[in-house]
């Protein structure tokens, strides 16, 4: 099975992973769920699996994704932003925070972090889908992603509006 994926999401609370205490993540079993269901070829990794810099250069030249995703609690902020810069000195794959802590500090998040590229606020299936279908397939436009926050000629852009699964049913539970 090829291990290439458009999307590569990492779970970065590593001292999490190391012993008895691992568990997959709920938020982003969801959305890479969602994102396959989506037809969007998807991995999920926890940073304990790659906590070096060779491990990650591996990793992005096996999976080649067009997108990586992390997840972002206050906690594990220094933490997230630490490897975000890591990635971008890898590759120029664009990089995308979202969970609690970005979802309320944006704006100037993004201002003082150039390593990331994207922030999506609040829930992400749906917009982290369209994003996607943006970066893969040159559709719809992201200034009409809901909740977006992105960079456009230095000057950080933050789409409003908060669209919501009306249907909790409809997405399929993480694998
Ligand atoms: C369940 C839960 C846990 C479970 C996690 C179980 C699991 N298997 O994942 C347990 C008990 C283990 C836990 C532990 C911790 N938790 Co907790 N937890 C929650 C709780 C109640 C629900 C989170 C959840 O899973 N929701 C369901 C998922 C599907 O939704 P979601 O998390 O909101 O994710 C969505 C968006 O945030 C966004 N999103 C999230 N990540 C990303 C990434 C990208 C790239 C994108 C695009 C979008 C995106 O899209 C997701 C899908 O819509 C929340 C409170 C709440 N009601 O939200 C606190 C909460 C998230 N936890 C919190 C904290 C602090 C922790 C701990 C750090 C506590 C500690 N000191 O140990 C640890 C960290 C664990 C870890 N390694 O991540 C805080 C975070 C606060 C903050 N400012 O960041 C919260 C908000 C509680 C609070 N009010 O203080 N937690």
Request: with cysteine; charged share 20%.
């Amino acid at each position: 099975m090829s291990k290439r994926c458009d999307l590569l999401l990492i779970d970065p609370s590593i001292e999490y992973w190391q012993d008895s205490k691992r568990y997959d993540n709920l938020s982003l079993g969801y959305l890479a769920s969602y994102a396959r269901q989506k037809g969007f070829s998807t991995r999920l990794v926890v940073l304990g699996d790659f906590n070096s810099p060779e491990k990650l250069r591996a990793l992005l030249n096996e999976a080649q994704p067009k997108l990586i995703g992390i997840t972002a609690l206050t906690n594990f902020i220094n933490h997230v932003l630490v490897l975000a810069k890591i990635l971008k000195g890898l590759s120029n794959t664009p990089v995308v925070l979202g969970g609690p802590h970005v979802s309320f500090y944006t704006s100037s998040f993004m201002t003082k972090n150039p390593q990331i590229d994207f922030v999506i606020r609040w829930e992400g299936e749906l917009k982290l889908v369209m994003l996607l279908d943006y970066l893969k397939n040159g559709k719809g436009s992201l200034d009409s992603i809901p909740g977006l926050v992105y960079r456009e000629e230095e000057v950080i852009k933050e789409v409003q509006g908060l669209l919501l699964v009306q249907d909790l049913d409809m997405l399929p539970f993480p694998e």
